[in-house]
Nanobody, 124 residues
Framework: QVQLVESGGGLVQAGGSLRLSCAAS????????MGWFRQAPGKERAFVAA????????YYADSVKGRFTISRDNAKNTVYLQMSSLKPEDTAVYYC?????????????????WGQGTQVTVSS
């Protein structure tokens, strides 16, 4: 089992940057594929990015490609989401998720473990 805690959210102006972090408990972090999802008010939770267990493969939603970068540090049990060129439509609660065996990285139902979320607000 793994527990996830997100941090780094906040208020930023359009065009700005933020880096989200997700710290995982336990000694088997490298056994989990990791994902970032977001949920805006009144909308379903949506895939943002994912990264393989070793970090060698990354995946992005079309809406964030070229602006967001997912990375992980297995020695620190942490996954990051670097967000640049932020837009008001990026405003949402951002969640990290983990699973040992992810069949579809973009499907929220694939992930067994979730953090509590961190709010990102982008002002225009």
């Amino acid at each position: 089992q793994v527990q996830l805690v997100e941090s780094g959210g906040g208020l930023v102006q359009a065009g700005g940057s933020l880096r989200l972090s997700c710290a995982a408990s336990g000694r088997t972090f490298s056994s989990y594929a990791m994902g970032w999802f977001r949920q805006a008010p009144g909308k379903e939770r949506a895939f943002v990015a994912a990264i393989s267990k070793s970090g060698s493969s990354t995946y992005y939603a079309d809406s964030v490609k070229g602006r967001f970068t997912i990375s992980r540090d297995n020695a620190k049990n942490t996954v990051y989401l670097q967000m640049s060129s932020l837009k008001p439509e990026d405003t949402a609660v951002y969640y990290c998720a983990a699973d040992r065996s992810v069949s579809n990285v973009a499907a929220a139902g694939t992930y067994d473990y979730w953090g509590q979320g961190t709010q990102v607000t982008v002002s225009s």
